[in-house]
Every structure is written in structure tokens, then in C-alpha cells.
């Protein structure tokens, strides 16, 4: 969730790692579980590995799952696909490839880790974790997506 959250906006992410958590009043956010109760049903879904990731389903193929209602942020859940992919061959298991699955569109986009990939990634990692460490959140950014966000009242009211 955090590699997620870095690409959506860094100030969510900080709020995150404070542990505000707001999401359960955001509609979207409601749109997303129905979507993930309905969606891909014949599946074992939410495979949690050393509570860290959480892969929405796993085909038998080798092919990492991620199931997303737009492609507003898609940014941010292709990193988060790749982050996996890092994480997994870190751990010694590799030849995996990830796919994005938008139910609602009915398109599915394939997603693969190149070695550019990896060394961003752990440039990632150490902001993150430098977020993690602030003492207050990184300047608000005004993005399209903020009116949207279970974050909007602590930063624009
Ligand atoms: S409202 Fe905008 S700036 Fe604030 S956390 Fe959400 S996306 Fe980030």
C-alpha cells in the first residue's frame, strides 16, 4: 500500500504511515470492495505474504493479480504491481509476471519488472522510508484526484 500511495501523492502517504485512516468514509473507496466482492469470484483472492504485500489473486500460471476500478491512477497501481514482482524475486522467486485487471473497462494490461524498474524501486524504498520519518506531511500538491480523497478535509479545510 505504501508503494502505491508514494505514486498517488506523498502527502496521503505520510498520513498513512501516521496511521490516519479515513478510507472507510470514502465512496470510492466502497466502489472499490463491492468491485473486489463481485469481481473475479472463482478466484482465491487477498493472498497476504509476511503481512507486507497483498496480491489480489494468483493465477497458477505465475501471473500476479491486480484488480483496479479506473485507470485514474494507474501509475500508481503499476508500481505497486512491480513493487510485488520486487519483492517475490527478492525472496528468491522469480519467472513471475503481474497483470492489471480493470472488471469495468473489461481490458486487462500486462506488467513486467525491467532492471531500470528494480533500481527505482529501491530509490523508492529510501523515500518512503524518509517519509516515514518526517515530523510533518510534505507540502499539500493540488491534483486532480484530491476532491476525491478521504484526505481532502485535513488538507484543503
Ligand atoms: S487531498 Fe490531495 S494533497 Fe491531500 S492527501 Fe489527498 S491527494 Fe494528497
Not at 500460471?61 to 491486480?66: A, G, N, P
Request: glycine share 4%; aromatic share 12%; with cysteine.
Amino acid at each position: 500500500m505504501m508503494v502505491y500511495y508514494y505514486f498517488v501523492c506523498q502527502r496521503k502517504l505520510y498520513y498513512f504511515c501516521k496511521n490516519l485512516r479515513m478510507e472507510q468514509d470514502d465512496e470510492n473507496v466502497a466502489i472499490g470492495k463491492v468491485l473486489d466482492e463481485t469481481a473475479y469470484s472463482h478466484a482465491e483472492k487477498h493472498i497476504t505474504v509476511n503481512n507486507q504485500i497483498s496480491v489480489d489473486y494468483i493465477e497458477k500460471s505465475r501471473i500476479l493479480h491486480e484488480v483496479k476500478k479506473s485507470r485514474s491512477i494507474e501509475e500508481a497501481g503499476i508500481w505497486q504491481l512491480k513493487y510485488y514482482l520486487w519483492y517475490f524475486k527478492q525472496r528468491g522467486v522469480e519467472h513471475l509476471t503481474g497483470k492489471i485487471d480493470y472488471p469495468l473497462l473489461k481490458h486487462t494490461e500486462s506488467i513486467a519488472l525491467t532492471k531500470e524498474d528494480e533500481a527505482h524501486l529501491l530509490n523508492v524504498m529510501k523515500e518512503i522510508n524518509a517519509i516515514q520519518g518526517m515530523k510533518t506531511p510534505p507540502p499539500r500538491k493540488t491534483k486532480k484526484i484530491c476532491k476525491k480523497c478521504a484526505y481532502y478535509d485535513l488538507c484543503f479545510i
